[in-house]
């Protein structure tokens, strides 16, 4: 148990999270044995796994997909890998042209790469529609970001909360709990401190306190958690817990006993700079 | 025999294998095998004497250029030079700004791109394009990540979130 213990703080869930989304990588790609000899998906499936091995974005490695997408057209993971690199440049109308392709031959696998895109964009009604669609029409159920940070129903959730229905962002975060509460194992690293964040922005104090502690249990390290119990402490009437939340919030970003803080949150991350301007008051 | 030597100069030239650094490293030299971050010089636009050493190898990423007076410093300056026009106002979207800067640390190659909110082609009042890309060309010192390989050249881009016209949110 002891044992169990040292990896849980020590990103074993990382490690947990990150294969799930390699995973959920995997059932999009598929095994190119499983299509027929000499078929046009066969021959796509294994141009793409050639073109993976190119570095991303290179020459060589759009011809390959491009050669693919040509012979096999409706080999959907095709599209899904040419489009990344041109997200990640910038080149959002080219990306968003391939993975519309990629979700139209497969939306429960690809859906949720668009909406990631529209969240980190600010595009959080692109996203909802995305989201909504992947969980209640194709019944979607662990989904992570493409690197495996965070499970896709918690940008569901903030995005919700963005466009001003915070309510209904936090029967998503409970919903998700729900759906794990009898398989520990899937609770994800930072579920407490967004349930926590969104209870806080809808003025439901007690909870937002109740939920922030919780998350103390899962990482003492997380600055984020600490700056949002010092603006719950606030709000309470409490000043001096508050700065004194501030205060640890502050050393944890300064990176203080292995602190550290996160940007996945997109309107949501918090910066030193926001601490020390609680902090001034 | 002068299309023949020109025929073979071309083959020369657009062999893969060839070691590029032994043609003059003062002129760019079209590579068919350049990188998607490439941005292939437009005569219209583009500063003639801003080269790139080596379009093959181009490197992207959101950390690897810092601006020289840091992230917020940026945001504020483009922030404090954005003047939203009437002829802009039904604009909801993006406009991207992109651009390399290259081995000696210089920046150009600079288009702006608008999008609309689920990032198909959009158009828009042709002022906003060009005051977007003249106000992040005019913020152009760029500093490297890596002081190892300071001749690294990078592509860059700049997402500025336009709601109403005005610029809503900054996006690097």
């Known amino acids: 148990m002891a044992i169990f213990n040292i990896y849980y703080s020590s990103g074993f869930y990382f490690i947990l999270l990150f294969f799930l989304g390699t995973i959920n990588g995997l059932a999009g790609q598929g095994n190119c044995l499983i299509y027929p000899e000499d078929s046009g998906e066969r021959i796509a499936c294994e141009l793409s796994h050639r073109a993976v091995t190119c570095p991303q974005g290179s020459r060589e490695s759009q011809v390959l997909f491009d050669a693919a997408i040509r012979i096999g057209p409706n080999y959907a993971w095709a599209y899904y890998e040419k489009s990344v690199p041109f997200f990640k440049r910038g080149l959002l109308a080219e990306g968003v042209r391939l993975i519309n392709k990629a979700i139209e031959l497969e939306p429960r696998n690809y859906l949720y790469y668009r909406a990631y895109w529209y969240f980190y964009n600010r595009s959080y009604a692109l996203c909802i529609r995305d989201l909504e669609e992947l969980y209640s029409v194709h019944n979607a159920s662990y989904v992570f970001t493409p690197s495996g940070e965070l499970e896709m129903r918690l940008l569901l959730a903030l995005a919700y909360a963005q466009t001003g229905a915070i309510a209904k962002g936090i029967e998503w975060i409970r919903h998700m709990m729900d759906s794990y509460r009898e398989q520990p194992a899937l609770k994800g690293y930072y579920d407490h401190f967004c349930l926590g964040l969104l209870y ?11 939920e922030l502690e919780q998350q103390l249990t899962v990482s003492e390290q997380f600055a984020d958690t600490y700056y949002y119990l010092g603006l719950v402490h606030q709000q309470l009437g409490n000043p001096d817990v508050a ?4 205060r640890q919030a502050v050393a944890a970003f300064k990176g203080e006993d292995g602190g550290y803080s996160v940007n996945f949150f997109a309107d949501f991350n918090t910066y030193l700079e926001d601490v020390e301007r609680a902090l001034l008051g | 025999m002068r299309n ?5 100069l071309l083959l020369l030239l657009l062999d893969c294998a ?43 990423g959101r950390n690897r250029l810092r601006y020289h007076e840091g992230t917020n410093a940026f945001k504020e300056a483009v922030m404090a030079g954005f003047t939203t026009e009437p002829a802009f106002a039904d604009f ?23 999008l609309q909110l689920d990032f198909s082609p959009a158009k828009v009042d042709p002022a906003l394009l060009a005051q977007a890309l003249e106000l992040i060309k005019s913020l152009n010192n760029w500093t490297k990540a890596t002081d190892s390989a300071p001749e690294t050249e ?12 005005d610029i809503q949110h900054i996006l690097l």
């Open chain 1, 243 to 246: 700065i004194a939340y501030f």
């Open chain 2, 92 to 114: 909801n979207g993006y406009v991207v700004v992109r651009f390399l800067v290259n081995c000696e640390g210089i920046s150009g190659r600079y288009r702006a791109e608008a």
């Open chain 2, 4 to 8: 023949i030597i020109y025929v073979a």
């Open chain 2, 18 to 60: 060839a070691d590029s650094s032994a043609i003059s490293a003062t002129a760019e030299w079209p590579s068919p095998k350049h990188d998607l971050s490439y941005i292939p010089f437009d005569v219209s636009t583009d500063d003639p004497a801003f080269t790139i050493c080596d379009s093959t190898r181009i490197r992207s």
């Open chain 1, 200 to 210: 806080y922005e809808n003025g439901q104090l007690a909870l937002a306190q109740a």
């Open chain 2, 154 to 165: 990078y592509f860059k881009f700049v997402n500025l979130k336009i709601e109403n016209g």
